[in-house]
Each structure stands twice: as C-alpha cells, then as structure tokens.
C-alpha cells in the first residue's frame, strides 16, 4: 500500500506495508507512478517518500515481483520538476536503493541500513548502476559487487545520504528541510534541478527504461488507436492528442 498525505507545500509519500518490510508489488509500483504524476502537477513543491513501521522499503516484493519497477521511479517513470527527499529509517533493499539513489536529498536515520544485494541473488535489471554517476565510483562498485549492507554513516561517508538523524527523528528532519527549500523561488529551483539532471550521466538502465516508457505510452494512446482504426476503416485519421 502507498500513502499520500500533504503537510503545507510538501507532499509525503508513505510505503505502509509494514508487515513485508514494505515490499512493493506492480500495483504499488502503479500507485506511486500515480502519486508522482499528481505531485508534479500540484501545489506542492517538495516531495517526500518514506517507510511506516522503523522500515523504507525491501524494493521489489519477490514474491510477486513488479514487471516493470522502473515505472514508480521518479526521474525515471515519473519525470519531476522539482525536489525530492527520501527519509529512510531501517533496512533499505534493493529497489529502496535505487529510488534513494534518484532522490534529491536523502535522510537517514541511525538505524538505515542500505543493502543492494543483487549479486547474491543472482537476478537484476541493473538500474543500481545509476549510483555510479551519484556517488564516487569505487564506492559505488563496492556496495554493488559485494552486496553487503552498509550504515547511515557509511552511507553519508559515501555521499548518498545528506543528514544522519537519531532514531525516528529522519521524517521531522526530512520535513525541516522541505520546508525551507519549499520556502525558496519555484522556478529557480526547477532551474537548478534540470540543470543538474543534465549533468549527470545516466546508465543503460536509465535510458532503456525511460525509452519504453515513452513508447509504451504512445503504444496506448487514443491516437495510436485511432490511427490502426481509421486504417482498418479506410479514412483519414482524426488525432486529438491524446
């Protein structure tokens, strides 16, 4: 199950599926696609994802795995114009990873352990690569290749977590600071967001993903279905757009 809640100009997204560690499914993975979809389109200007009950998310939920997990990924499903902070406390696995990884800022409480075990599984669609442009490469292949769990310090050593907090304080923290950043000009903040996103290099992974993703939605337009139907009827096609 994914939550949202709005707290002034910040949006809060909730995992709160406490009893699987928060483990996401193809319908979690469609509803936070939605949730992002209304968020860049609202009022708010900073978002927030976090985990109910001392947990952020164990990722992909193996026993009924999401098809396509890249689709609830902001920056990757879901393009957004403007801030996001994840606020992690306890385990954050594997595709908890990689949503971390494409937030904005990251807090984290003492007891955030980071854990991408991939390797140890033998199974993967690569998309923690994305951390190799985010944080300093030998780093990033060590949390990788070892598939070892790794602190909230370690974590903030390596540059992936910005604010280490103590236990259960990392939401308020997290709130803190959307708060202030919400406080700051709009349309500079998309600026200095797009920009940076243009800087940053982006895996394999990334650009597969975003690509089926754009043609997947052209794949299910009106128009694409009025184009194979005004064909099949031998008529000019009437587009709307949409």
């Not at 540059?159 to 950043?181: S, W």
């Not at 993703?213 to 009827?233: M, P, T």
């Amino acid at each position: 199950m994914v939550r949202y809640t709005v707290d002034g100009p910040v949006g809060i997204v909730t995992f709160d599926r406490p009893d699987a560690r928060n483990a996401l499914t193809q319908d979690d993975v469609e509803a936070l696609r939605e949730i992002l979809q209304a968020f860049e389109r609202s009022e708010e200007r900073v978002l927030i994802i976090s985990g109910e009950g001392g947990c952020f998310t164990a990722g992909a939920d193996l026993r009924n795995p999401p098809k396509n997990f890249a689709r609830g990924v902001p920056g990757i499903g879901v393009q957004l114009t403007k801030p996001v902070i994840a606020a992690v406390s306890g385990w954050c696995i594997g595709g908890g990873m990689v949503l971390v990884t494409m937030c904005d800022l990251c807090v984290a409480d003492e007891s955030a352990r980071f854990w991408f075990p991939e390797a140890r599984l033998g199974r993967g669609g690569g998309m923690i690569t994305a951390l190799t442009a985010r944080i300093p490469y030998k780093l990033a292949m060590e949390i990788m290749l070892l598939g070892e769990a790794i602190d909230a310090s370690q974590a903030k050593s390596a540059g992936l977590v910005n604010r280490v907090t103590a236990p259960g304080a990392h939401l308020d923290e997290a709130l803190a600071l959307a708060r202030k950043i919400a406080s700051n000009a709009p349309l500079v903040l998309r600026m200095l967001k797009r920009f940076a996103l243009a800087t940053v290099n982006r895996s394999p992974p990334e650009v597969m993903a975003m690509t089926r993703d754009v043609i997947e939605e052209i794949a299910g337009s009106d128009d694409c279905a009025e184009g194979i139907r005004s064909f099949k009827e031998k008529r000019g096609p009437q587009f709307t757009g949409k």
